[in-house]
């Protein structure tokens, strides 16, 4: 019987959450390389939406499923930590309930280790929750936390997760020196240099949508955003490999939808995605894409917009951010005057609907007006895309963390739990009193 391990994704605490192809793919590269090395791997979703074991009850309402794959999470509502009382919203433990999880947990004889995932830096109350109740029912195994947050506030991590190991490293061959370290051997050999397992969608209990990473890595440097930190090294895949992994997924689980994780997708487009794309075109299997992380505007032009178009992709995002350039030039300079309205052109040209392409606006950056805001949707909507509002969560190890620190009411540094996009921590009561104004002239542009 090879040895086992427990890889564990851990409840979300927060305001809100939505399933918008959110799934943990490091997780998942984690469990199919250790499965590669030997090891029996045993998965515990806590986000799971379709977990045979979860019914509703009147405290927990079945999630609604939309469309492509998305949709709600089960939800129960719990008390607000103590340093966010002051939100008058509902807060809330998003996943499958916490007797379901102990159950999981203790149905797994001898595990070897237990490695927990974790993603948003304001999410950590559902790793600390993880981590105690692996503690109490399989109390001298060791458990080692890897992903987003164990990075980006290592010693917060350190100090309050309660696991034996905080790794610092997203590599998976340093993985296999934590796990010796630990006194655990390898019951197999690790796959070759040149060859990544595909991620171990099948443990989960029905994939709807695989997300899919061709890249790693932005050769931009944009002042609020941490792909530079956490991915410092541009790696591109073989696009036949991803070729295979696309339709490993179609052929033997009948997935349709894909969701593509890259930062900079569009980036070398000639030598990378788009001998993906004329494959994936030639075929024509029906697949839909979607891109919930933003497309690169500069990148797309009438010809990658058609091949595009013709591939299948369905969810067009932008990242705009702001349509003022004097702010651009201060915190991305990724978009000029004009590129935007020529990426619009250019994807309603290749037939894409106006619905299916919107552009992000960031709210909330420190020292922005909600007049600029109110701009930037009018231009969005003037070029004929849908806008959405993505609150700005400040985020350690960026180059505007220390601006985004002095130009908060909250003690960023110390909690994560201030980092929660919800607050527009900030931004002051007055700018955040226009929120609703915001959101209800982005409503009237959707709904024209
Ligand atoms: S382009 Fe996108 S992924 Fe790249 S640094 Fe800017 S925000 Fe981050």
């Not at 509502?77 to 007797?99: A, C, D, F, M, T």
């Not at 080692?144 to 997760?161: D, F, Q, T």
């Not at 930190?229 to 992994?245: A, C, K, S, T």
């Amino acid at each position: 019987m090879p040895p086992s391990l427990i890889l564990i994704n851990p409840w979300i605490y927060d305001f809100a959450a939505y399933d918008l192809w959110s799934k943990p793919l490091g997780l998942l590269y984690v469990a199919g390389y250790l499965r590669h090395c030997g090891f029996k791997i045993r998965l515990i979703d806590c986000l799971d939406v379709h977990h045979p074991g979860m019914t509703a009850d009147p405290s927990t309402k079945k999630p609604t499923r939309r469309a492509y794959g998305t949709g709600k999470y089960w939800r129960r509502e719990v008390p607000r930590p103590l340093s966010l009382k002051h939100i008058q919203r509902p807060y809330s433990r998003y996943g499958i309930s916490l007797e379901l999880f102990q159950e999981e947990l203790s149905k797994i004889q001898n595990p070897k280790a237990i490695l927990v995932t974790s993603l948003m830096t304001y999410w950590y109350p559902g790793v600390e929750e993880v981590i105690g109740l692996c503690e109490k029912i399989h109390p001298h195994v060791p458990v080692i936390l890897g992903g987003i947050y164990a990075r980006l506030c290592h010693n917060h991590a350190v100090e309050n997760s309660g696991a034996d190991l905080v790794a610092t490293n997203h590599n998976l061959d340093s993985l296999l020196e934590i796990l010796n370290n630990c006194g655990i051997s390898l019951p197999g050999s690790p796959p070759g240099p040149d060859r990544t397992p595909r991620p171990a969608f099948d443990l989960l209990t029905r994939p709807e949508y695989i997300c899919i990473l061709t890249s790693t890595g932005c050769p931009n440097r944009c002042r609020y955003c941490a792909s530079h930190f956490l991915n410092p090294d541009r790696i591109l895949r073989d696009p036949g490999e991803v070729l295979e992994e696309i339709l490993h997924w179609h052929r033997n689980f009948s997935v349709r939808d894909f969701a593509f994780y890259d930062d900079a997708l569009l980036v070398s487009f000639d030598k990378h995605l788009a001998p993906l794309l004329e494959k994936l075109a030639r075929l024509d299997l029906g697949l839909r894409f979607h891109t919930p992380n933003a497309l690169h505007i500069k990148e797309i032009t009438q010809g990658i917009a058609a091949l595009m178009h013709r591939t299948g992709f369905t969810t067009i995002r932008l990242g705009l951010e702001t349509s003022d350039f004097s702010i651009h030039r201060d915190l991305d300079n990724k978009v000029t005057e004009g590129d935007f309205e020529r990426a619009v052109n250019s994807l309603l040209k290749a037939g894409f609907a106006k619905n299916q392409v919107g552009a992000y606006i960031l709210i909330g950056l420190p020292g922005q007006s909600v007049d600029s805001v109110f701009e930037t949707i009018d231009f969005v909507g003037k070029t004929g895309a849908t806008p959405y509002l993505s609150e700005y969560s400040p985020i350690p190890h960026t180059a505007l963390w220390k601006q985004a620190v002095n130009n908060s009411k909250y003690d960023l540094a110390e909690e994560p739990l201030f980092h929660n996009n919800t607050l527009l921590p900030c931004w002051d009561g007055s700018r955040i009193k226009e929120l609703p104004r915001l959101k209800k002239r982005v409503l009237g542009i959707r709904q024209k």
